[in-house]
């Protein structure tokens, strides 16, 4: 038996002719892994409670780093910090040699 393709629109109309939406129901948050939100989900607490941030590391420019080796490290200069809700104010400096 070989199945014909037919147009999306026509497989939507043949699938929602014959499925119907669930009625919703309250679940304990421990019983809601893999459900959907019936409706939007607010808190009136902050979350997190405190300024957060989602990775910790380093920007470098390549020029800055290019000749280094392991004999000859590149020895960069921190020229500003970015915290979770503070970003960093525009500016670099030069890596210094030693």
């Known amino acids: 038996m070989t199945a014909e393709l037919i147009e999306i629109e026509e497989a939507r109309r043949l699938v ?3 499925v119907a939406p669930v009625e919703a ?3 304990a948050l ?3 892994l893999g459900r ?6 607010s808190s009136v607490d902050a979350v997190p409670g405190f ?3 989602a990775m910790d590391g380093y920007a470098v420019r390549a020029v800055d780093t290019a000749a280094a080796t392991s004999d000859r490290p590149a ?16 500016g670099s400096a ?3 040699r030693s």
């Open 51 to 53: 300024d957060n941030s």
């Open 36 to 41: 959907v939100l019936a409706e939007p989900v």
């Open 30 to 32: 421990g019983a809601a």
């Open 75 to 90: 020895h960069l200069i921190v020229v500003d910090e970015s915290r979770a809700g503070h970003p960093a104010r525009l």
């Open 94 to 96: 030069p890596a210094r």
């Open 25 to 27: 129901e309250p679940v």
């Open 16 to 18: 929602l002719e014959r």
